[in-house]
C-alpha cells in the first residue's frame, strides 16, 4: 500500500469501528475500568541495557566481579557474665576497577548499644532490637591496626552507629589485598532482635551467637559500598571468603557451628566421637548425647574449658551455638553427587520429644535432600539446627529455631530456615535492601519441599487466593520492593514473605507452567551461586530462560501494588447467519493488574468445560468476548472458579441464567 492510501483507509477503519462497535463497547464498559493496557505492557520497563558486568540475559557478564573477605576469628565464650571477646583477622581483596580510598565494616552487636540509632527507632513491643532489655550492649573495639604484606598501613577510623570506616591515606589498588586486625567484646543480649541470645533451660544457658564479629561491607557495581545501617528488620549483605574460627568455651558444653567441625577429637568423649563417625554413615538418628546423658557428667571431658575449632569455606557468614544443656543427634545427608553431609540437631531436654525436635535430624536431612535435588547442592559439610529462644533464623549453614514449637511447626520452621542456604546464602542477593528476594522465594520453595515430605505429612492446602487478595490491597500495605526497615514491621510478613512467595507459585502454576519456571528459575540460581545478583537481574533471568515478556508481573505485583478484577460482564447467544451456533462471554479486567483468563462454562447437562485465556488478552483490551461454541443450553459461567488468581472482587465472577 502506497502512502496516499493510508489515510482514506484508516478513516474506514475507524468509522466501521466506532459505528459497527459502538453498542457492544457501551455494553462491555458499563462499569468503569481502571485498567490501562498501555502502562501495564509498556516496552519500556527496562531502563538499562546489559552490559559487561551484568548482562542482559539476566546472567553475570563476562567482566562481573565482587570482592572477597577471609577471617580468622579466635573467641571465648565467658558464660558467668554473658559476655563474648574475640579476635578477628580479615583479608580483603579489591577485585574491582576501583581505587578505594577507605573501607566500610559493619558493627550489628552496635544496635543493641543504648544510645544507637535504631534503638531510638525500634518501638515498644518490637520483635527487633534487645526487646526492652536494659542493655548495656554494643562493640568494644581495641587494638585495629592494619597492614599490607606485612607492612603497616596508615589509617583513620570513625565508628558511626553500626558501621565503621577505615579512612587510607593510601587508595587500595585493583586487585590489591589488605588485612585488618582488631580485638572485639560485646554483652550478649537475652534476646537480639530475635536472631540471636542466650535461653535459661533447666539444664543450663543455650547461647546462640550470631553476628558476632566485624564484618566487610559489599562494595558492588551497583552503588559502590552497601552501608545502610543495621536496625533489626533489614537482615544482611556480605561478601563471600573463607572463614577459619575456634571458640572456647567450658568443658561442659558442646558447642556446634557453621562449616565443619576440625577436631572432634578434641571436644567429645571416646563415646561421642564414636557415634559421630557412625552418624556420618547412617540414614537414621544416632544420638551423639542422648537425653538421660544430658545430667551425666561423664558425657562430656574432665576440663575447664574447651577449644572447638571450625571451618567454612565459600561462605557470607558464620554462627555458633553453645551449652551444656544440649541433647544431640545426627545423621547422614546424601547429596545428589553422590558426596555426603552431617545432619545434626541440638535441643535442651524441654524440646526434645517426638512431636518436637527428637525429629529434628529427621527434617534436617529431608530437607537439605529436597532442595539439593531440586534446585542446587548443598555446599556445606553440616546442617545444623538449634533448638532456642530465638523463633527463627538462618545463617550458612546453622540456623536457630524456636524451642516451643511442635508437631508441623517444627517441621516448618526448620524446612523454611534451610531453604535460607540457597537464599541468601547461597545466591547472595542484598537483604537489607532487597528482603523479598530471600524471604519471599524462600516461602515459595518451601511449599514445594512441605509437599514432597514424608508424603505429604504437612502439605499444605490450596489457598483462596480471592481471600489472599483482600489482604493484599489493604492501603496500609507497602509496596515489596521497599526496604524492610522502611515498612510497617506488621506488614513485614505479607510484604517480604507471603507476596512474592505466591506471586512465584502464580507465575508457576498459572503463567509459565512447572517446566518453564522451574528451569528459569534453576538457571539463576546456578548462574548467581556465591554472587551477588539485584531485582533487575532476577527479572530478566526468568524472562530469558522461560521466554515470555514478564515486565507486566514484576511491574504490578513487586513494584507497584496494583489489584486485579476480572469480571464477568454479559452472556449472550451468538449467531451465525441466524443460526445459534453457541454463546458470546463478556469479559472485562477493571482494576490495574492483568491476569490470564479461566473461565468455568456449565451446561445443561451438568458438563463442565474450561476455557483459558493468556495474559496477553488484555495486551490491547480492557474487555473482550470469548466465544463459546456448543450446541447444549450454556447455565453458569465462573471466572477463576478454582480461587488461583488473586481477585479482589470475586462478586463480579459469574453469571447464571
Known sequence: MNRSNIRPFLVLILVLFFGLNSQSYAQQTAEASK??????????????????????????????????ADYNIVSVLDDNSNTLSGTVTISYKNNSPDHLPFLWLQLDQNLFAPDSRGASLIPSGSRYGSRGEKLNGGYSIKGLNVTQKNKAVKFTSIIEDTRMQIRLDQPLAPGAEITMKMDFSFLIPINGSDRMGHLTTKNGEIYTIAQWFPRMSVYDDIVGWNTLPYWGAGEFYCEFGNVDFTVNAPASHLVMGSGELLNPEEVFTPTQLKRWNAAKNSDTKIAIRSEAEVTDPASRPSKDRLT?????????????????????????INLPSGKKALAVSAQPVESNGDDAYGRGVEYVKASIEHYSKKWLEYPYPMAVNIAANVSGMEYPGIVFCGWKAKKGSVWGVIDHEFGHTWFPMIVGSNERKFGWMDEGFNTFINGLSSAEFNNGEYK???????????????????????????????????????????????????????????????????????????????????????????????????????????????????????????????????????????????????????VKLPVDVWMRNTNWTV?????????????????????????NNSWSK
Open 35 to 68: 485498567y490501562d493496557p498501555h502502562a501495564a505492557f509498556s516496552p519500556l520497563f527496562y531502563t538499562h541495557n546489559g552490559n559487561e558486568f551484568r548482562s542482559a540475559s539476566g546472567y553475570p557478564g563476562p567482566k562481573y566481579w565482587q570482592n572477597r
Open 308 to 332: 572447638w575449632k571450625f571451618r567454612m569455606e565459600n561462605t557470607r557468614d558464620v554462627a555458633w551455638a553453645s551449652s551444656k544443656a544440649f541433647v544431640l543427634d545426627a545423621a547422614r
Open 460 to 610: 499444605k492446602g490450596a489457598v483462596n487466593m480471592h481471600a489472599v487478595a483482600k489482604a493484599f490491597a489493604n492501603p496500609e500495605l507497602e509496596h515489596v520492593m521497599l526496604a524492610p526497615d522502611a515498612m510497617r514491621e506488621k506488614n513485614i510478613g505479607i510484604n517480604l514473605y507471603y507476596k512474592p512467595g505466591m506471586g512465584l507459585e502464580i507465575l508457576r502454576n498459572q503463567v509459565l507452567g512447572a517446566d518453564r519456571f522451574d528451569y528459569a528459575f534453576k538457571k539463576y540460581i546456578e548462574e548467581w551461586a556465591f554472587k551477588h545478583p539485584t531485582p533487575f537481574d532476577f527479572f530478566r533471568s526468568m524472562e530469558n530462560a522461560a521466554g515470555e515478556d514478564l515486565a507486566w508481573f514484576w511491574k504490578g505485583w513487586i513494584i507497584e501494588n496494583w489489584k486485579m478484577d476480572q469480571a464477568i460482564t454479559g452472556v449472550t447467544v451468538s449467531k451465525k447467519d441466524n443460526v445459534a451456533d453457541g454463546y458470546n462471554i463478556e469479559i472485562a479486567n477493571l482494576e490495574k493488574m492483568p491476569m490470564p483468563v479461566h473461565l468455568t462454562i456449565t451446561l445443561k447437562s451438568g458438563k463442565k468445560e474450561v
Open 627 to 651: 466465544h463459546f461454541p456448543t450446541n447444549e443450553e450454556v447455565v453458569s459461567v465462573v471466572i477463576d472458579a478454582d480461587k488461583n488468581l488473586p481477585d479482589v472482587n470475586p462478586d
